[in-house]
């Protein structure tokens, strides 16, 4: 039984976001690396079919930040995470609309609460895979197990840099200002689950 969970949507978003930083030739290299060249004359469906199972999804992560290098793949892959927000952003207009009417009189934290729950459970079902939120008096907390950014790669950093654009755009989103999202532990630095902190004050 396949087990195909990543929207080719999604896929899109990231063959177009390497396209642009890296041409057609640097689209092609990766597929090719990534043994997804079967895209390269058939593009994937550019909505929410799923398309891809999650070991290949996994393995093409890896493959991206191995192909380009840490340097240059955090750029790219923060910026896809900003370009799957903007796409989440318009085909899910009544979870945003209706969360921008909900919040309309809340203080800045409690947007950033709402918000972040419902899209949590969004990723959850997508991904199915465990993202867990809690938070301290400064700080929201999330933890996503067997997290799949990090694609088997090992690194003396943390590199899932994905999640962090994604919510760095939906901060900026809810309330309009810039907020340091970063990750905290990674399984590619040897931890058991991928951490990461939204700080509940903005930057200045
Ligand atoms: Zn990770």
Known sequence: MSDNRIPGSLLNIIFKSVEDQLGERGLKMLLTQTKLTCYIQNPPPDDD???LDMDRFKSAMGAVIELFGE??????LTRWGKLTFDYALESNPTLFGLAGFATKFMSE?????????RVLKESENLYGVPHVLT?????????IQNCFYCGNHKSNQCICWPP????KSMMRWATGKD?????TECIAMGAESCKYVIPKKAMA
């Open 135 to 143: 938070e301290t008096p400064d700080a929201f907390n999330i933890e």
């Open 164 to 167: 962090v654009g994604f919510w």
């Open 109 to 117: 934290e409690g947007k950033a609460r709402f918000i972040l729950k």
């Open 179 to 183: 907020y340091d999202v970063h990750e």
């Open 71 to 76: 340097k240059a793949a955090r750029p790219l």
């Open 49 to 51: 079919t799923p398309t």
